[in-house]
Every structure is written in C-alpha cells, then in structure tokens.
C-alpha cells in the first residue's frame, strides 16, 4: 500500500512564498518520477511539476521561474517550494507517486494553498 501526505499549505499574501511537502510511505516506485498538481473548483487537475529519480524536472508554464520541485529520496519526500505567489495559484494542491513494480498511481489527500491580493 502506498500512502502520500501533503503538509504546508496555507493563506499567504501575494508576493509571498510557502514550501509544500509530501511524504511518501508503502511501496512507493523510487525509480519512477513523482509530480505536483493542482485543481480548483470546477475544473481539471492541472500538472505543475514533475521530477525524476535522478532529479530532472519539468514544469508547466504558469509556474515556471516561480515554483522549485525538488526530492529526497531518502527520505521519500518531495517538496514544493512556491515563490512570488499570485491569487490565481489559490488552489488545493495535490502530490502523485506510483506504486513500485505497477502502474497504479496514488493521490495525496490535498493541502489547501489560499493567496490574497
């Protein structure tokens, strides 16, 4: 089984930066990438950042420059770290990982990210 958990969402200002964080535990695939998305009322879960087991990353327009995905594989951890926020990136934000061995893929339970103008 395989559990994610976000932590470090919260209501920041515009201009402001938080680091979101999602632990993972069970039999996650270290060897395969692990990604951040988001999704707001009403719409789709968007992809923001991906990055590999050797740490390559990629990332969605909106939140290139801005947003640093990084991973500690040791620690089964990756994190989200967000600069210059806007009241357009208010939005649950959600980590996926796979399952080792399958191509079962797994959610976290979401951490809520609110910036104010």
């Known amino acids: 089984q395989v559990q994610l958990v976000e932590s470090g969402g919260g209501l920041v200002q515009a201009g402001g930066s938080l680091r979101l964080s999602c632990k993972a535990s069970?039999?996650?695939?270290?060897?395969?990438?692990m990604y951040w998305y988001r999704q707001t009322p009403g719409k789709q879960r968007e992809l923001l950042a991906t990055?590999?087991?050797?740490?390559?990353?990629n990332y969605t327009d909106s939140v290139k420059g801005r947003f640093t995905i990084s991973r500690d594989n040791a620690k089964n951890t990756i994190y989200l770290q967000m600069n210059s926020l806007k009241p357009e990136d208010t939005a649950v934000y959600y980590c996926k990982a796979w399952r080792a061995g399958s191509n079962v893929g797994y959610w976290g339970q979401g951490t809520q990210v609110t910036v104010s103008s």
């Open positions: 069970g039999s996650i695939s270290i060897i395969r990438p």
């Open positions: 990055i590999t087991s050797g740490g390559s990353t």
